[in-house]
């Protein structure tokens, strides 16, 4: 079955960095998209990013702070979090799409404080 585990959250300083891994199991994950989304406190989840074979998409609150990459021969993805803001608290998860059903993680939480 498909399992995702995230970690590398934390707290840290505004301003401060951290680098998310996920490592998937259950999938050939070089076919497949995968994506960092994140839930903060009274809001719904949204997409921070995806990468693909052919594509990546940011959201526009995290360009140009946010890097996601992959490392297909260790089936895990990263994302690499610089210039960190209190709006980024929350709980990180890792996503993909295999035949049409979502599979997440449960999660890693970042805090950040002001």
């Known amino acids: 079955q498909v399992q995702l585990v995230e970690s590398g959250g934390g707290l840290v300083q505004a301003g401060g960095s951290l680098r998310l891994s996920c490592a998937a199991s259950?999938?050939?994950?070089?076919?497949?998209?995968m994506g960092w989304y994140r839930q903060a406190p009274g809001k719904q989840r949204e997409l921070v990013a995806i990468?693909?074979?052919?594509?990546?998409n940011y959201a526009d609150s995290v360009k140009g702070r946010f890097t996601i990459s992959r490392e297909n021969a260790k089936n895990t993805v990263y994302l690499q979090m610089n210039s960190l803001k209190p709006e980024d608290t929350g709980v990180y998860y890792c996503?993909?799409?295999?035949?049409?059903?979502?599979?997440w993680g449960k999660g890693t939480l970042v805090t950040v404080s002001s």
């Open positions: 996503n993909v799409n295999k035949y049409g059903m979502d599979y």
């Open positions: 990468t693909g074979s052919s594509r990546t």
């Open positions: 259950g999938i050939i994950f070089s076919s497949n998209a």
